[in-house]
């Protein structure tokens, strides 16, 4: 079964929810005039770690994908708790490296640990769980027609640095640098999207890609989403890599997954009230699905148990 099915099945049977219903970055329920922000995200060596992360950089993800998530609903990440599955072939350094990781993430985002558990596992598993307060939780079903389309940072290079590892792709240093960044060490938007809290209308982490946020963006809030490839912040440095690979820049930055960037939507009247960089790259419209230069958008990206040959396919 696919991912999304799976997600199907087990949902027709867990109807006591909080209120906010799942199928957000977070789930959430309220206490007094705030909401308690709730996401648990997991990590699978087989899955999610390429040979090329340290034990250091394993633990810090954990605690990023995690806390993007809360960032997303508009929330400050106020705790982190997680389990750890151990297999008999992970030895002591490299556990010790994670737990570095996670120590210096937690520093990172100013959060502490809660609660953590410990049993034996087929492979290496952590599974995390980030708390966050907010007093106005952001959906990704707010989304109205008017609203600006909008994506923090820039997107592919997350990608560019995979493909450049995994087929050995010469590259000047600082581009390699640039392009690792993402890649191994991505930073989750916690002041931005604390910001977007009650401005924006709309917002999604990009975990599994641009393509597959927006397609989700676009269904949750009941609006087709225009997009234009040509204001995609896509840098100079991940067109020239992935060019050289005769792949489009355009793709890689909408297939591009664990990017941890904010896409969100908002009034038009209300761009002026954020106070962070970020770019415009489309509007919400009437209707129904993703369109790029006026064409569908393929639904591409991330998703658990479908055939992969790797982000590479298209």
């Known amino acids: ?40 995200d997991m990590l699978v060596r087989k899955t999610d770690v390429p040979d090329i992360l340290t034990p250091e950089q394993v633990g810090f993800k954990v605690v990023t994908m995690n806390v993007s998530d809360v960032a997303a609903m508009g929330a400050k990440p106020v705790g982190f708790l997680f389990s750890l599955g151990v297999p008999g072939d992970v030895d002591g350094a490299y556990l010790e490296g994670i737990a570095e990781g996670i120590g210096k993430a937690l520093e990172f985002y100013d959060i502490p640990v809660l609660s953590a558990d410990t049993n034996e ?21 707010g989304a109205k027609p008017g609203d600006l389309v909008c994506v923090t940072g820039d997107i592919g290079r997350a990608l560019a640095g995979l493909l450049v590892w995994k087929r050995g792709v010469e590259v000047p240093e600082r581009i390699r640098k640039s392009l690792y960044e993402k890649f191994l060490s991505p930073k989750a938007r916690v002041r931005e ?69 904010l896409v969100f939507t908002v009034p038009s009247e209300r761009v002026s009230d954020l106070n962070f960089d970020f ?7 009437k209707g129904t699905g993703v369109y790029i230069d006026g064409t569908p958008l393929p639904r591409g990206g991330w998703e658990h148990l479908v055939p992969h040959d790797s982000y590479e396919t298209f």
């Open 1 to 40: 079964m696919r991912e999304s099915e799976i997600i199907d099945l087990f949902l027709k049977h867990l109807r006591k929810q909080g209120d906010l219903p799942l199928g957000d970055d977070a789930g959430a329920i309220r206490l007094g005039d705030e909401w308690l922000v709730a996401t648990n």
């Open 193 to 261: 999207g604390m910001a977007l809290s009650g401005v924006a209308s709309a917002a999604i982490d990009i975990s599994d890609g641009l393509s597959k946020e927006l397609h989700l963006l676009a269904k949750m809030s009941g609006v087709r989403i225009e997009i234009t490839s040509a204001r995609l912040p896509i840098r100079e440095e991940v067109a020239n890599v992935v060019r050289a690979l005769s792949l489009d820049p355009v793709k890689v930055g909408l297939f591009s997954g664990e990017e941890f960037e």
């Open 121 to 141: 596992a087929d492979d290496l598993v952590i599974d995390g769980i980030v708390l966050g307060m907010t007093k106005k939780p952001l959906t990704r079903s």
């Open 279 to 285: 770019t415009v790259i489309g509007r919400v419209e």
